[in-house]
């Protein structure tokens, strides 16, 4: 892969991610001033997220916004492939459906995929991908979503509810569909070809329109979606998607939960996020204290401050301090590690009260067929 | 197609079969004598249809005999493809599994595939073919099986049992397997690749070897289950196989649940199958009464004649007689069709008594998840 080309798969993404030739080779939408305006008017507010552009893209935003503004309700999806435990790149999405769910009053579905990681991963069995399902679910809970309005589908729990939904799709949807889409080849297990009309499944599951937020890997299944959903008389689903979030490693993929070291995941102590920062976050300082004085970081590539930005510091003004410090050099590495160490330990430390709490609410969270 | 030649799949028979060459073609075995002894000694007598090469092939039958002399109980699986109303084909493998349940006093498995018909037929939608399944259900039930013995899963409704245990055969199945084996192409829906995986499911739904009397046509399926089935630490099926039951038409293809004029459904009034059998059965007869007396009928061809032999007269000295009357002339074939259209409205006017009685006894042959 030449260095100035990247990866961008359900199941891979690699190299470092060209974000407006992403949109032109995914044929998806870039989120414009005119469309945080029409956002700002719905909801009263513009979330960073959007304003940093961590959601950059989008499917058919405008027509849903403009739909609802007459009076036309959606309900919003999003889901997890559950191969290992939560990290916090997984949050990002669900933290963003979170503001969607308050800000439009909506019903969210979380569907768990524990089929598919069980058809991509060869060394997963079915009972650990299930095993995984309820304990990312605990940390979706522990975001604060309204049980009322919250269904968590794990596939293999709730086939029997999306299977004659997946029905209607995969007989619209033949191998050369998924062939051009995801790059299956004639040794594609079977499970795998089947299963993107299982992703496709809770677009449907109620009878309006539905919004999905979701990392921009996800969109080639709900292109096959798109396609499928005039010839079976249903509403095209809407997206918004967000970046890929680094791994501590740095850009060049996404973080990944199989990948230990380059990785936070939400049950990590104190001690183990410390560690994990200052040893393996990628820095955009220079190589010496006197350099970095003299030249300055560069914030763009440094991970500690794009987790900032992406997640750990709402506030655009305390952010931007962080920014033009780290730049100038007035702010060195392990300062903003110990700011991200701060941030990230406050985040969790509450976070995994919730988690604990989640436990005794989960069958109030877990859709029933 | 040459005329020599003849095609079966589970989708698709035509021409005019030649079983020898079918199970070269297939690799399955022929039933010998030896092997009719061995089930003899189980069973303690020859179902008719073993005499007279109904059940024709088998795989592993010896093998799965053999440890059951040694105390290893197996189970039985059949089932039916819900297209169409059932017709009087449908019901060879279907009696002779009631049998084989008899003799070997096993549970049996039921399983009808409203998902597959659905994915092979265009203008099919899933809501009629799970109406034809509870159709199908009640000509299963009227045969006599045994409530506490039997379960009849339905694909669509009992899917989350049989989708994990099919999760486990499609992650080992890939594309260029399916292809191999049904002959499927870039434009086949995902819905057909993955459906391969559920009829595979029933085998491995108890933890003992099963055995599945079948038509030959469903053999393919259960050649890809059998490659799988150590990979995934199973046994492989066994199979015992029957010859596709022609249309009134005659040879050249099995009977089909939607060619109607071709043949007598399980729920037709005497008249029906009168007007069905004098009309459309295709005879082995000669073209004038005078030249039938002197040359004789042909009853390997005569479609009358070959539904006795296969269903419709177990007593093998009946049979003989009729035989050899229509051979030498004797026996015209208005009077043979006489015969058949006796014994199928006898048949027919006890089966839809049952079957009418089968409705209140639904729930207790339903598979419950």
Redesign the interface.
């Known amino acids: 892969m030449p260095s100035d080309e990247f990866i961008v798969t359900p199941w891979h993404v690699e190299g470092d991610i060209d974000y407006d030739k992403l949109i032109k080779q995914f044929g998806t939408e870039k989120i414009t001033d005119p469309l945080l305006k029409k956002i700002e008017k719905a909801t009263g507010e513009i979330h960073f997220m959007l304003r940093r552009g961590i959601f950059f893209s989008h499917r058919d935003l405008g027509r849903l916004l403009d739909e609802y503004e007459k009076g036309k309700k959606f309900f919003l999806y999003t889901g997890r492939g559950p191969s290992g435990h939560t990290h916090i790149g997984h949050l990002v999405p669900w933290v963003f459906a979170k503001w969607l769910q308050e800000k439009f009053d909506t019903n969210i579905y979380f569907q768990l995929t524990d ?1 598919e990681k ?2 991509a991963k060869q060394d997963l069995t ?1 009972e650990q991908t299930k095993n995984f399902a309820y304990e990312n679910a605990l940390d979706f809970i522990a975001l604060g979503f309204k049980p009322d309005k919250t269904k968590i589908i794990i596939n ?2 709730n ?2 509810t999306l ?2 939904i997946a ?2 799709v ?10 051009a889409v995801f790059g ?8 795998m ?2 299963y ?2 299982l992703q496709s499944a809770p677009c449907f599951i109620e009878d309006r329109p539905v919004l999905i937020p979701l990392g921009v890997d996800q969109d080639p299944h709900f292109r096959i979606t798109r396609d499928v959903a005039p010839r079976i008389g249903r509403p095209k689903p809407a997206l918004i998607h967000n970046i890929m979030i680094p791994s501590l490693a740095g850009p060049g993929g996404k973080m990944s939960a199989s990948d230990e070291s380059g990785t936070i995941y939400t049950t990590d102590s104190p001690e183990a996020v410390k560690k994990k920062i200052n040893k393996y976050a990628f820095s955009g300082g220079q190589p010496t204290v006197e350099e970095h004085r003299k030249i300055g970081g560069n914030p763009d590539v440094d991970v500690s401050y794009q987790y900032l930005r992406i997640f750990f510091e709402p506030d655009d003004k305390k952010l931007k301090v962080i920014h033009d410090d780290y730049k100038s050099g007035k702010l060195l590495t392990g300062e903003l590690k110990a700011i991200l160490i701060e941030k990230v330990n406050a985040f969790l430390k509450s976070h995994q009260e919730e988690r604990e709490k989640a436990k005794s609410q989960l069958d109030k969270f877990l859709f029933e ?1």
């Open positions: 089929d069980f058809f079915l293999t729990k086939i029997k299977y004659p029905a209607e995969a007989k619209k949807t033949n191998f050369s569909n998924t062939k299956f080849t004639n040794e594609t297990n079977i499970g070809i089947f993107t009309s067929d």
